[in-house]
């Protein structure tokens, strides 16, 4: 099942016209478009929150399948909280009710969870199950899925700062490297694609740091209907661009 799953993907991807021995390392995804999804169809944003998982599930399994290195997916901003308190509470009940799933998802698929974003600052229940999502996969080494809950790119510098400061590091002996060495994940490389749905153009605060030389794609398709498909597409175009990092 496993193995059939993964030449269907490959053989979709290679169909396509992508070269899957020259994937994108790190691929970060911002799920817009859930809430415009919801009212097109005359549902509640709660409703599409939850097809809005459906996807980041499958998008998971694909990502997995194609023997992806790292994926970064932004479940949950540190602006989010301006949003009604039951639209949150229904975010992080949905977030608790399937970190279980994925964490089986993850047993069986060889993936290394990881959560990045203040984690002091939400419930205790939303805390342990995503903790729990971490510890239980802390030795696998397939794809790398690092989930950003109360995130933010600035809280995350902010962050960094604050430890330069305890650690009274002098500034002269300051480099770009203590500072990627205190983010949440010292290891989790640069982005090389940043997708976002919905139609939208920002950046939103996500991964400031690592996706500084991240090549954008952006896709009209709201978050929950955004396929397999539709993800090979961001790799296709990805694979067409030509990459300078500041050189000619
Ligand atoms: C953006 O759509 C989506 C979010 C703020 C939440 C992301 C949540 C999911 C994809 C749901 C499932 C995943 C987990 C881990 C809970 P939006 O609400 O900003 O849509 P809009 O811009 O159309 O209003």
Redesign the pocket.
């Known amino acids: 099942m496993l193995a059939q799953r993964r030449k269907i993907i490959k053989e979709k991807a290679t169909a396509l016209g992508i070269d899957t021995n020259l994937l994108p390392n790190h691929i970060a995804v911002i799920?817009?478009?859930?809430?415009?999804?919801a009212s097109t169809k005359g549902f509640s944003?709660i409703i599409?929150?939850k097809n809005?998982?459906d996807?980041?599930h499958n998008i998971i399994e694909n990502a997995s399948d194609l023997g992806l290195k790292h994926l970064t997916l932004y479940?949950?901003?540190t602006e989010?909280w301006k949003r009604p308190k039951t639209e949150v509470n229904s975010?992080f009940n949905?977030?608790v009710s399937?970190a279980q799933r994925e964490i089986r998802f993850a047993h069986e698929n060889n993936v290394k969870v990881r959560i990045i974003g203040r984690l002091n600052e939400l419930d205790n229940r939303v805390r342990d199950a995503l903790l729990r999502s971490e510890e239980e996969t802390k030795n696998y080494d397939g794809l790398q899925l690092s989930?950003a809950v109360n995130y933010g790119g600035r809280a995350e510098l902010l962050d960094a700062v604050k430890k330069i400061m305890d650690e009274k590091i002098d500034p002269d002996n300051l480099d770009e490297s203590m500072i990627k060495e205190r983010l949440y994940y010292p290891d989790m490389p640069d982005v090389d694609l940043l997708i976002r749905t919905?139609g939208e153009m920002r950046w939103s605060n996500f991964l400031i740091w690592q996706a500084a030389y991240a090549e954008f794609y952006t896709t009209t398709v709201?978050?929950p209907d955004f396929k397999t498909e539709d993800f090979l597409q961001s790799i296709y175009h990805y694979q067409l661009r030509h990459r300078r990092f500041g050189a000619l």
Do not use: E, K, P
């Open positions: 799920m817009d478009g859930n809430g415009r999804w944003r599409g929150h809005g998982y996807v980041f479940a949950f901003s989010n975010i949905i977030m399937v989930v919905s709201n978050w």
